[in-house]
């Protein structure tokens, strides 16, 4: 048999091919769910780095197709912080995100039921809300003891801190989210032990930030304080006489040799839960060097030094009955260690 000719398409009338894609157009848009979100996410404005931080106001439209009708539509909500962070431990941004998702029902005349779901978000990216700030900066260094009295001028002190993001929930800003005024790990200003005019309050400062561009910092404060009078000379450094005080106090004995396994002794203080003792070696240029700090809570504390130096020490009472410091030291001398 000849084969059957095929049908060729021909073209609609300009008319009904308008009629056909409005129809198209129309079956697409029916029986959805929408949302419109308020405010409007504008980077530095309501939101910073794809996270609101504002709280936002969702509010939805259900329309049901030809034949249909609504049977449930999700009512107005606000979304406050935290909204989209799926876990606040997540190292990376992925890992902090979660889709939020809203869904709409629809019947049929024939009973039949179907539903819409919709994703907010933005033209950006998704929903996501963070509006309060990271949680403190953790300062490690100088430690509690060495900020309760006051640091010797040219004590070598290091910077040591820590930003926790845990409990954020955008989690640490992608570029400086741990910045301090002094970079971890860096000798912090102690000033100089022959110029009066370096000493006196210095502070430490650091800023956490998170991607969403919130702020907290941290601040400590330490008191430079020299306790004696500044050499002028290396040659000097071995006739100077420090400034001394209560040195009756102490043992042992002012300006004592002793040998290099010393104990340190000092009169009690009544009331005392612990002592500060800190130890400095005079080194050949009038500064002082840091080599002990420790909180015995007797009157008395073991050492090992270096043979053939001078060291200078002073104890400072912690008082149970007002949780501080007492203001004045127990006592300040110095001493010679043989060899």
Known sequence: MPPVPKCLPRALPP??????????????????????????????????????TVAVTATYTCTPADGEVTVTCPPQEVFRDGTGAASASGASDANRTRSVTRTATFARRTGRTRTDTVALGYAGGPLRVDTQPPPAPVITGPSAGVLAAAVLPGTSL??????????????????????GSTAAGGELDTGNAGDRATWGARSLTVTAKDAAGHETSTIVTYRIAGAYAPSQSASAETTRVPGLRNTAAMRPKVGALVGRGTVLRWTATRGAALYNVQVFRITASGGYTKVASAFPRRNRLTLRLAAGRRYVWRVWPYMARTAAYRRTPVGVSWFRTRG
């Open 15 to 52: 008319v009904l091919a308008a009629a056909a894609l409005l129809a198209t157009a129309s079956a697409a848009s029916a029986g959805q769910l929408s949302v419109a979100l308020q405010p409007e996410y504008v980077e530095g404005l309501t939101g910073a780095n794809g996270w609101f």
């Open 158 to 179: 290091r910077a040591a801190y820590e930003c926790p993001f845990d409990d954020d929930a955008s989690g640490p800003a992608p570029l400086n989210a741990c910045v």
